[in-house]
């Protein structure tokens, strides 16, 4: 029975003893504060540029000592050029001062023709008009002759454009342009102040029985005058400011309609092309 059970118990110590035996799996544990990072490596020192000997850099750097220096000269010509061509430009566009007063014929000598501006800077009273030209006739019909009513070349125009996504260049500028030319070549007397005045004359003269051969007048045209009629815009209505609407008119002489003033036949144009 003794030896039964030192047996037994020899075996139990035994299965213990190589239980113990075995190896266990150890678990690696997280990562502790105290747990040494690796080390990075030190990036190489860089070399300044300063110590790099002359070529071996990128743009002006790249230089040698000697193109460094026109560069240098050549961006400084161009930045005191491009200083100059401001000043010379606001002087220009800026209201009359002292400056303006004292050197306004150094300042138009360097705009114009190249860099003339047709705008004002600080423009203290932008256009506020509205501007309309008119014409009548002196027709020669059956029975007898007879003037028309006055006929609006303007709003004909500004029907042509108003809903147009490609409006003709001919209905927006050939008589805003065609009477500028006039106005700019006349006095308030209407009397020419230049050589550009007859040119001026013929040329309106030309657009208005352009515009006049689309319409049945009832008769032959003989005579025609021109008007302008300017109207001040009213304000917004918040505005306290008050403005006389009512149009103002410069009427023209009446001219007599010459053979060059009308258009030519389209058979006759069409003659002359083949001709060339």
Not at 49 to 66: E, K, M, N, R, V
Not at 78 to 99: E, R
Not at 221 to 226: L, S
Not at 236 to 255: A, Q
Request: aromatic letters at 6%; glycine letters at 8%.
């Amino acid at each position: 029975m003794d030896a039964d059970h030192g047996g037994s118990s020899g075996r139990g110590d035994s299965g213990s003893v190589h239980e113990d035996d075995r190896p266990q799996a150890v678990k690696p544990g997280p990562a502790g504060p105290e747990a040494p990072a690796p080390e990075a490596e030190a990036p190489a020192p860089r070399t300044p540029d300063a110590a790099q000997p002359p070529g071996t850099g990128t743009g002006i750097a790249g230089l040698s000592f000697g193109y460094q220096v026109v560069a240098a000269l050549a961006l400084s010509l161009v930045g005191l050029l491009a200083c100059a061509q401001v000043a010379m430009v606001f002087l220009h566009v800026a209201p009359s001062n002292t400056l303006t007063k004292q050197h306004g014929k150094t300042v138009d000598d360097w705009i114009y023709p190249e860099f003339e501006q047709n705008w004002k800077l600080f423009a203290p009273n932008p256009l506020q008009q509205n501007i309309a030209v008119h014409v009548r006739a002196e027709v020669s019909g059956t029975d007898g002759p007879r003037t028309t009513d006055w006929i609006s070349l303007t709003e004909a125009d500004a029907e042509a454009i108003r809903g147009n996504l490609l409006p003709s260049h001919v209905n927006q500028n050939e008589l805003r342009r065609g009477w500028d030319f006039y106005l700019n070549s006349h006095d308030d007397q209407n009397k020419p102040n230049g050589l550009r005045g007859d040119l001026s004359e013929r040329y309106i003269r030309r657009i208005a029985m352009l515009r006049l051969g689309e319409r049945d007048l009832g008769g032959t045209v003989e005579r025609i005058q021109m008007r302008s009629a300017t109207s001040m815009i009213a304000p917004p209505p918040w505005s306290t400011e008050k403005v006389n609407t009512r149009p103002s008119y410069r009427v023209l002489p009446w001219w007599s309609v010459t053979p060059d003033d009308l258009p030519a036949p389209r058979d006759a144009a069409r003659a002359e092309e083949g001709d060339k």
